[in-house]
């Protein structure tokens, strides 16, 4: 396990061999010793960050020349980080695997050995229709994946070159979506203010300024390079160039959960007839956060449980047999006082996508039954 020492002691003040991590870090390339985190860090990087894995990695670069220091450097800035690594590319997580393999089996309770099975048929979904009075419950479904291109290294690596052509590859295989799927493609850098104000009124857009996505190198250029698609219908959305480079999502109104996973179905495999993903056998989709590994997936409902949300350990209970997590509906770390719940997959990596959708959808059901019968 990571040293911890109280924040009050200088870098001088630990040992010859070891520095303090914490805000006052700049650049990556600082990290010179062996880290120490303050007292009280609770992060990943910290608790997997031995001095057998420093030594292992510290001097290793991947393939793209990211080092392990940038591997580690957003959560050794921002010791206040859940997990606190990224990657630079695909091959990086075998490059450092001594971190990357302790941070995937302590989050996604994967081993070295195991292997991922990717599964995208949404014809072998097991979910009928919810009767009226059920579908009534149920404010919204959505589904996204995160998704990066074989033959780029990661969003915190590109060149500014290498994000335009990713850009560009992404935006040919979107123009020629037709029927549901037809829509227009937004920059970031170009979009209209009418068009922003659109789009914030949608909830589509995204933003700079994450702090730990500015530590790893995901933010560099901004806005360059960056932008939004969706659908006419506004059921379908992909983000370009964000935390990863690509967030595919399909939503709508109501519960029908196996139409939002069809329209994901289709509409990722039309991309990737353009532009191949990144993708192996253990770790299933890269994604530059290893959290995403495996699927890359977050499918989710809003619903209304005001019963079952006073009773806090049945709900719980409920969730954890089914593997799913609450969180409230107006985002990650909030509650609900309207009793309308976000219930999402809480698997990542080792399960394919339509099992993680199943689980969801067993889950929710599951709750509803609970909620009629308080």
Same mark, same amino acid.
Not at 45 to 62: G, P, Q, Y
Not at 309 to 324: G, H
């Given at each position: 396990? #990571?040293?911890?020492?109280?924040?009050?002691?200088?870098?001088?003040?630990?040992?010859?061999?070891?520095?303090?991590?914490?805000?006052?870090?700049?650049?990556?390339?600082?990290?010179?010793?062996?880290?120490?985190?303050?007292?009280?860090?609770?992060?990943?990087?910290?608790?997997?960050?031995? +001095?057998?894995?420093?030594?292992?990695?510290?001097?290793?670069?991947?393939?793209?020349?990211?080092?392990?220091?940038?591997?580690?450097?957003?959560?050794?800035?921002?010791?206040?980080?859940?997990?606190?690594?990224?990657?630079?590319?695909?091959?990086?997580?075998?490059?450092?695997?001594?971190?990357?393999?302790?941070?995937?089996?302590? *989050?996604?309770?994967?081993?070295?050995?195991?292997?991922?099975?990717?599964?995208?048929?949404?014809?072998?979904?097991?979910?009928?229709?919810?009767?009226?009075?059920?579908?009534?419950?149920?404010?919204?479904?959505?589904?996204?994946?995160?998704?990066?291109?074989?033959?780029?290294?990661?969003?915190?690596?590109?060149?500014?070159?290498?994000?335009?052509?990713?850009?560009?590859?992404?935006?040919?295989?979107?123009?020629?979506?037709?029927?549901?799927?037809?829509?227009? *493609?937004?920059?970031?850098?170009?979009?209209?203010?009418?068009?922003?104000?659109?789009?914030?009124?949608?909830?589509?857009?995204?933003?700079?300024?994450?702090?730990?996505?500015?530590?790893? #190198?995901?933010?560099?250029?901004?806005?360059?390079? +960056?932008?939004?698609?969706?659908?006419?219908?506004?059921?379908?959305?992909?983000?370009?160039?964000?935390?990863?480079?690509?967030?595919?999502?399909?939503?709508?109104?109501?519960?029908? =959960?196996?139409?939002?996973?069809?329209?994901?179905?289709?509409?990722?495999?039309?991309?990737?007839?353009?532009?191949?993903?990144?993708?192996?056998?253990?770790?299933?989709?890269?994604?530059?956060?290893?959290?995403?590994?495996?699927?890359?997936?977050?499918?989710?409902?809003?619903?209304?449980?005001?019963?079952?949300?006073?009773?806090?350990?049945?709900?719980?209970?409920?969730?954890?047999?089914? *593997?799913?997590?609450?969180?409230?509906?107006?985002?990650?770390?909030?509650?609900?006082?309207?009793?309308?719940?976000? =219930?999402?997959?809480?698997? +990542?990596?080792? +399960?394919?996508?339509?099992?993680?959708?199943?689980?969801?959808?067993?889950?929710?059901?599951?709750?509803?039954?609970?909620?009629?019968?308080?």
């Amino acid at each position: 396990m #990571g040293q911890q020492f109280s924040s009050q002691m200088s870098d001088c003040a630990i040992d010859a061999d070891g520095m303090m991590m914490g805000s006052h870090l700049v650049f990556p390339s600082q990290i010179s010793k062996y880290p120490y985190f303050p007292s009280g860090t609770k992060s990943l990087l910290s608790k997997v960050l031995t +001095r057998d894995v420093w030594d292992a990695c510290k001097d290793r670069t991947d393939k793209y020349g990211y080092t392990f220091q940038q591997c580690i450097f957003s959560g050794a800035k921002w010791v206040n980080s859940g997990v606190g690594v990224y990657a630079g590319c695909h091959e990086g997580f075998y490059t450092f695997a001594p971190l990357f393999d302790k941070v995937i089996e302590q *989050y996604h309770k994967h081993s070295p050995t195991d292997k991922h099975i990717s599964n995208m048929d949404f014809r072998q979904l097991q979910c009928p229709d919810f009767p009226a009075d059920e579908d009534a419950m149920i404010n919204s479904t959505r589904i996204r994946v995160a998704r990066n291109l074989a033959d780029y290294p990661l969003g915190t690596c590109v060149t500014s070159q290498q994000r335009r052509e990713i850009e560009q590859k992404v935006v040919s295989a979107l123009s020629q979506f037709t029927g549901e799927l037809k829509g227009k *493609y937004y920059s970031l850098g170009s979009m209209t203010e009418d068009e922003r104000k659109q789009l914030i009124a949608d909830h589509f857009l995204f933003k700079g300024g994450d702090k730990y996505l500015e530590s790893c #190198g995901l933010e560099r250029d901004w806005p360059e390079a +960056r932008g939004i698609f969706h659908n006419d219908a506004k059921t379908f959305l992909v983000w370009v160039n964000e935390e990863d480079q690509l967030r595919i999502i399909s939503m709508q109104n109501g519960s029908n =959960i196996r139409q939002v996973f069809e329209r994901l179905s289709v509409a990722a495999a039309k991309i990737e007839e353009k532009a191949k993903f990144a993708n192996d056998e253990h770790l299933g989709y890269i994604t530059s956060c290893p959290t995403n590994l495996g699927t890359g997936m977050r499918a989710s409902v809003h619903i209304k449980l005001p019963k079952l949300a006073k009773k806090p350990d049945q709900f719980q209970a409920i969730a954890d047999k089914y *593997y799913v997590q609450i969180r409230g509906a107006h985002g990650e770390h909030t509650e609900s006082d309207d009793g309308v719940y976000d =219930i999402s997959n809480l698997r +990542r990596l080792g +399960r394919a996508e339509v099992d993680l959708v199943q689980d969801m959808y067993n889950g929710v059901k599951a709750m509803i039954q609970a909620e009629k019968r308080l």
